[in-house]
């Protein structure tokens, strides 16, 4: 069965700019998470949804959003970019909590 | 003090050897998750667990509740092992919310 597809892979904006992730779950699966990965910071939580709501969020100023539509696919935002938003943002998706996360191979971004 | 801390965060290993990777967290958790990540940055999920231990091929991951500590072991070490070897925990009171380690390199040389 076909894994986490993370789109685009790479991608490269300008500081101000804002971006559009997205993230196609494993079929069946309901929870969608996102991280963002920073050498300085490591790996964070950003926000997870399930079946179209936000259930969890992280320490992230509002520039960071997300939504999960009806099929599962999530799409997570950025406005306004800040050179510190370049990182590399990986989405996992589950069954349900109390299951194992399978990870998207991640879309790397930078800010310039 | 973070909330999980792995050790070594460096490791070299030659082929074979016998290799152990720590992990201590200070919150009550409801599950504790191994995760490798190689270059290029796909990560992985090796193990989740709440108790005891688990085995997977040359893997095995154990968890000691009490003790608030858990450890990846990976026997007869290979090259194609080398990786990130991060843990992550979903604590008591987060939801889904996973917590990560720093993450510990590997190195397996031939």
């Known amino acids: 069965k076909a894994g986490v597809t993370q789109t685009p892979r790479y991608l490269i904006k300008t500081r101000g700019q804002q971006v559009t992730l997205s993230c196609s779950p494993i079929?069946?699966?309901?929870?969608v998470s996102w991280y963002q990965q920073t050498p300085g910071q490591g790996l964070q939580f950003l926000f997870e949804y399930f079946s179209e709501t936000q259930r969890n969020k992280g320490n992230f100023p509002g520039r960071f959003s997300g939504r999960q539509f009806s099929n599962s696919r999530s799409e997570m935002n950025v406005s306004t970019l800040e050179l510190g938003d370049s990182a590399l943002y990986l989405c996992?998706?589950?069954?349900?909590?109390?299951?194992?996360?399978?990870f998207g191979s991640g879309t790397r971004l930078t800010v310039v | 003090k973070n909330e999980v801390e792995q050790s070594p965060q460096n490791l070299t290993a030659q082929e074979g050897e016998f290799i152990t990777i720590n992990c201590s967290y200070s919150?009550?958790?409801?599950?504790l998750h191994w995760l490798q990540q190689h270059p290029g940055g796909g990560i992985v999920s090796l193990f989740m667990?709440?108790?005891g231990k688990k085995k997977h091929g040359r893997l095995i991951a154990t968890i000691n509740i009490q003790e608030k500590h858990s450890s990846l072991h990976i026997t007869a070490s290979h090259p194609r092992d080398s990786a990130v070897y991060i843990c992550a925990v979903r604590s008591e009171t987060s939801g889904s919310r996973l917590t990560f380690g720093e993450g510990t390199q590997l190195t397996v040389n031939p």
């Open positions: 079929s069946g699966h309901r929870s």
């Open positions: 667990l709440s108790s």
């Open positions: 919150v009550g958790i409801s599950a």
């Open positions: 996992a998706s589950s069954f349900n909590r109390h299951y194992g996360y399978t």
